[in-house]
C-alpha cells in the first residue's frame, strides 16, 4: 500500500523535472530577449535580466537592411500558406491515385514515391539548384514553392494509409449514385480524410516556417527574406552582433507556431491513429 502511495508523487516529480529541463531553453530564449546583448553570454547562468531591456523587442522590430521584421513575418506567411496548399492538395490527389486507382505500373510507381520518401534531402539540392538556374527562377519564391505542387512522399504515405480504412463500400455506392472519380475525390475522401489533411497542414507550416537552406540558397534580395533569413542577419562575423534583438524576434517568430500547435494540435494524433469511418 506504501509503494502505491508513493508512486504517485515520484512520477509526477519525475515528469515536472523532465517538463521544466525540455521547457528551460525556451525560457533562457525568453529571458535572455530582455538582457543586453553583451551580457547574455556573461550572464547565462542567471535567467532573470539585470536590467530588463525592453528595447531589443522595438530594436528587432525595425528590422535590419532597411526591411522591418513584420516585412520578414509577412514573407514567410506568403511562402508557409502556398506551399503548404499546394502539399497538402496534390498529395491528397497522389494518394487517392494510389489508394483507390488501378493503373498500370502501380506497384512500380509507388516503389519510387517510397525511395524519394528515404533519399536524404541534400543529395538532390545540386541538381535541383542547376535546374532552377537554367529556368531563371532565382532570386525569387518559385523555387521553394512551386516543387511543393508535386507532391510531398511523407504527405503522400499518410494520406494512402488513412483512405485505405475507408470502407470500398463508400466508392461502389457513390459509383452506383453516378459519381465519377473526381466528384468521388471530392464529395467522399476528402471530406473524410480531414483529420489527416490536417496535421499534413500542420507539419508543412513547421517546416516551411523554419527553413533556412532553401531560403539561403535561393534568395538574394532582403525584401524577399522570411523570417528565419531575418534572424540570420542579426549575427554579423565582422561587427558586434545584435544577440538581445535576434532573441527577442526568436519569441515574436515562435507565437505563430504556437497559436497553429494549440489550436490544431488535436489533428497531429487524430490523423495518425483514427481511422476515416465517421
Not at 502505491?4 to 525540455?22: E, G, N, T
Not at 520518401?117 to 538532390?124: A, E, F, G, K
Not at 539548384?129 to 521553394?144: G, R
Not at 532582403?222 to 538581445?244: A, E, I, Q
Amino acid at each position: 500500500m506504501l509503494t502505491k502511495k508513493l508512486k504517485w508523487p515520484i512520477y509526477h516529480i519525475f515528469v515536472s523535472a523532465l517538463a521544466l529541463a525540455m521547457v528551460y531553453p525556451v525560457l533562457w530564449l525568453l529571458m535572455s530577449s530582455f538582457k543586453q546583448s553583451n551580457l547574455i553570454f556573461a550572464t547565462a547562468d542567471s535567467l532573470i535580466p539585470q536590467p530588463w531591456i525592453w528595447e531589443n523587442y522595438k530594436i528587432g522590430w525595425i528590422g535590419i537592411a532597411g526591411q522591418s521584421f513584420g516585412n520578414f513575418i509577412m514573407n514567410s506567411l506568403e511562402i508557409v500558406v502556398l506551399a503548404t496548399i499546394g502539399a497538402v492538395l496534390s498529395s491528397a490527389f497522389i494518394a487517392f491515385g494510389f489508394a483507390r486507382l488501378n493503373f498500370t505500373g502501380k506497384t512500380f510507381w509507388f516503389a519510387i514515391m517510397m525511395v524519394t520518401l528515404m533519399l536524404p534531402h541534400d543529395v538532390v539540392l545540386v541538381p535541383q539548384y542547376i535546374l532552377f538556374a537554367k529556368i531563371d527562377w532565382l532570386n525569387s519564391i518559385k523555387p521553394i514553392v512551386i516543387p511543393q505542387y508535386f507532391g510531398i512522399p511523407f504527405f503522400i504515405f499518410l494520406l494512402i494509409q488513412f483512405i485505405r480504412t475507408i470502407p470500398n463500400e463508400l466508392d461502389e455506392a457513390a459509383t452506383i449514385d453516378g459519381c465519377g472519380k473526381f466528384r468521388l475525390f471530392f464529395r467522399i475522401i476528402l471530406p473524410l480524410v480531414v483529420p489527416a489533411l490536417a496535421t499534413a497542414s500542420i507539419f508543412s507550416f513547421y517546416w516551411r516556417w523554419e527553413d533556412l537552406l532553401g531560403p539561403v540558397l535561393y534568395l538574394n534580395r532582403p525584401s524577399l527574406y522570411p523570417v528565419s533569413m531575418g534572424l540570420k542577419m542579426f549575427l554579423d562575423s565582422d561587427t558586434v552582433s545584435n544577440w538581445g534583438a535576434m532573441f527577442a524576434m526568436s519569441i515574436v517568430s515562435l507565437i505563430p507556431v504556437l497559436a497553429i500547435f494549440f489550436a490544431f494540435q488535436k489533428y497531429i494524433v487524430e490523423g495518425i491513429s483514427t481511422s476515416g469511418l465517421k
